[in-house]
């Protein structure tokens, strides 16, 4: 059987150049792929895939852009996940196999609906239905740093907040943060095609979203709700610029940070200026909600 998951932030990103698209192979016990895969997004893949191997572990397969950039990722990774670099797959259809395993999401009030679906959500949920079609891009709702965003999007915003979705994929979070009252929900990511996916998604499920392809800058906001799934480095490295656009008594949200990096990325925001609020983990992933 194979598979093939979303794990990590900025997921399906169109390679540069498919022609020289190569994959880095790993072998590693069924146990150890939350791990293996958690250390292969930290890379920015095209895409994993996963599949059951004969002896009983699973192969993952994560697309790079180039050789290069594929083998430094090898020469990193334990021997014993036996890392190898192989030519990409004649058929890239294997970046959209994903589209084969995804399943409604609920979190809280939200349902995530696949949106290319034809099969209606189901009339006994009285919550909010976010029909979602990902694109290129990630944030289908599978993985557990958008699904402990949503979570903790709804515990902090307020009707009538001024909200920014920092790293916003497929729009997922911005449709979210529309549906569940916000004022006006700004969009920026620095991929062009996220941001029209965006777009799309909002119009799908008819509301409005400001999109700027580009990242968070001096002079952004203020922002009552600050919502950032973007990866614990990038985290550490916009923290003065984020907390500089969040308005007195605003709240941020931060996710795409493994466990173990959270404590280095809450310190980063509080040096900034930032009080910690609460944390969250799910399946060796970490939110934390942090005021001004």
Do not use: Y
Not at 52 to 72: E, K, Q, S
């Amino acid at each position: 059987m194979s598979r093939s998951r979303s794990r990590k932030p900025r997921l399906f990103r169109p390679p540069t150049d498919g022609d020289n698209l190569r994959c880095l192979r790993v072998v590693v016990p069924a146990s150890g792929v939350d791990e293996a895969a958690g250390r292969l997004w930290l890379h920015e893949p095209v895409a994993i895939h996963e599949a059951a191997t004969d002896d009983g572990r699973v192969a993952l397969l994560a697309g790079f852009d180039d050789l290069a950039t594929a083998a430094m990722v090898a020469g990193e990774l334990p021997p014993e996940w036996e890392p190898t670099v192989e030519t990409a797959p004649d058929d890239s259809s294997w970046r959209d196999n994903w589209r084969a395993f995804v399943e409604p999401v609920e979190v809280g009030r939200v349902l995530v609906w696949p949106g290319w679906w034809t099969e209606p959500p189901p009339e006994r949920h009285d919550g909010l239905v976010i029909r979602l079609d990902p694109g290129a891009t990630f944030g289908s709702g599978s993985h557990p740093s958008t699904r402990l965003s949503l979570a903790a999007l709804q515990q902090v915003l307020h009707g009538g907040d001024q909200v920014l979705d920092l790293g916003c994929g497929s729009g997922i979070l911005s449709v979210a943060a529309a549906l569940l009252d916000a004022a006006a929900v700004t969009a920026l990511d620095i991929d062009p095609e996220a941001t029209l996916v965006t777009e799309r998604n909002a119009v799908a499920n008819g509301v409005g979203v400001e999109c700027h392809s580009r990242s968070v800058q001096a002079g952004d906001g203020p922002f009552d709700v600050v919502v950032a799934n973007i990866g614990a480095a990038v985290l550490c490295h916009l923290a003065p610029v984020i907390v500089g656009s969040i308005a007195r008594g605003g709240r941020l949200v931060v996710a795409g940070m493994l466990s173990e990096q959270a404590a280095s990325v809450t310190t980063a925001f509080a040096i900034a200026g930032l009080r910690l609020v609460s944390t969250d983990e799910q399946d060796g992933w970490a939110v934390a909600v942090l005021r001004r």
